[in-house]
Every structure is written in C-alpha cells, then in structure tokens.
C-alpha cells in the first residue's frame, strides 16, 4: 500500500515537473565507508620474533595508513568512489598513478596482513594441504621448490615491490614479481592472475630488524603464513575461473 501511495506521489510530482529526492536513502555512500582501513588481525607483536613489532606497527599504522587515505582522496567524486576493489584494479590503466600506487599499498597491505598469522598458532597447519599442496607439488616438484622459487622473486626484485604466488586464468599456479605497489590483479602486471599469497620486499618491511639482509626477512617469512587462508583463497580463485 505504502509502494503505492509513494509511486503515486512520484508520478504527480513528475507530472508537476517536481524534482523529486528521496534523501538519505539515494545519498551517496561515504568512500570511507566503502573502503574502509581494518586494525591488523592480530597484536603487532604477535608475528615475533620473525617481524618485530615496531616494523608492524609502523608499517601497518604509517605505512598502510597513508596509503588508505591517499587512495580515498584519489578516488573521492570519481565513478571509482563505488567500486570494487578488484574492478579498480583490473582496470587500472585507465585511471591516475596516484590510484595505482595508493590503491595498490592500500590492497596489497590488507592482503599481507591477512596472508601472515602468529607462528604458534600454526600447531598443524605450517604447510598447505589438500588441493593447494597438490598443485604446489605438480607445478614446482614440491613445497621446497615453491619457496625456493617465490623467495628468489623476492630476493630478486630490484629497488621496491613484492613477490607473488598466483593462479592464472588457465588455472596455473605461477610466481611472479611486481615493482612499486603493483600486484598481479593489475592489467598492467607483466603477467596478470589471481594472487594467492605476497610478501612486500619494499626495505621499511624489514629493515629494522634485518637491514640490508632480504634474504634473511624472506626465509622467516615461513614461520608465518596463513596456510589456511592461502587454501581458501586458492579454493576461492579456482571457482572464480571456471
Ligand atoms: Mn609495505
């Protein structure tokens, strides 16, 4: 009844040549809103002693901070503003550097972030398992030769960027690298797929605790990983391709 008396009251007003608004309702969402900045899943001690957390906690709230809020500035009043996150980036050769490297820091951090989880809480899961660690071992031979391989892309990556392993559109699974704040989602990425797991190599990732040794920070980085989310997001991206 109500629908009624509305579309009613619509058709007169437009009749009437009244522009009709419905408020709050039809109000743009805030972009803080639809992007949103999320605390880091655990303390910023918690992924000790293989990421100290005076690195956490500047690169989580500096680092990823400033990105976040660059990102939202560049995007404010454009057809970005509603978005996803993933449409943005898959097209981001269209829109300004500014959304490629703010939008990039912004995702590819919260992506880190939840791609790590405390050591001791990996009692049983520290290595993939199921269809993952299956095409972990058909792709490189095995778990080792996927470390060996993703951490040279790390160790390897000149001046600032991150290490991926992702699944491409054939269902591949593929280690790549990206300079800046790039990753493989980007139609600009030499080779583009879904990533399943990164690791940033920029030095504010690393260097209080491990300075000029890259190496070092990457061979720790095992001690942390969140196979279980890594899984999921596998399982996630195998659906997505099909
Ligand atoms: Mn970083």
Not at 48 to 53: G, K, L, S, V
Not at 91 to 109: K, Q, T
Not at 177 to 189: E, F, G, I
């Amino acid at each position: 009844m109500k629908t009624i008396q509305l579309t009613l009251i619509l058709i007169l007003a437009g009749s009437m040549g009244i522009q009709y608004s419905l408020g709050a309702q039809t109000a743009p969402q805030p972009v803080s809103q639809h992007f949103t900045f999320s605390p880091l899943p655990y303390a910023y001690d918690a992924l000790e002693p293989y990421i100290d957390a005076q690195t956490m906690e500047i690169h989580h709230s500096r680092h990823h901070q400033a990105y976040y809020n660059n990102f939202v500035k560049a995007v404010e009043g454009t057809e970005m503003a509603t978005m996803s996150m993933e449409n943005i980036l898959t097209n981001i050769s269209r829109y300004p550097a500014a959304v490629r490297n703010n939008g990039g820091g912004y995702y590819n951090h919260t992506f880190f972030w939840e791609n790590m989880a405390p050591a001791d809480k990996q009692a049983g899961h520290r290595a993939p398992s199921g269809k993952l660690a299956e095409a972990i071992d058909k792709t490189f031979g095995s778990l080792a030769g996927m470390k060996t391989a993703f951490a040279t892309a790390g160790a390897s990556r000149f001046g600032s960027g991150w290490a991926w392993l992702s699944l491409d559109a054939g269902g591949n699974l593929f280690i790549s690298s990206t300079p800046n704040q790039d990753n493989p989602l980007m139609d600009v990425a030499e080779k583009q797929g879904i990533p399943l797991l990164g690791v940033d190599v920029w030095e504010h990732a690393y260097y209080l605790k491990y300075q000029n040794k890259r190496a070092d920070y990457l061979a720790a980085f095992w001690n942390v990983i969140n196979w279980k989310e890594v899984e999921k997001r596998y399982e996630k991206a195998l659906k997505g391709i099909k």
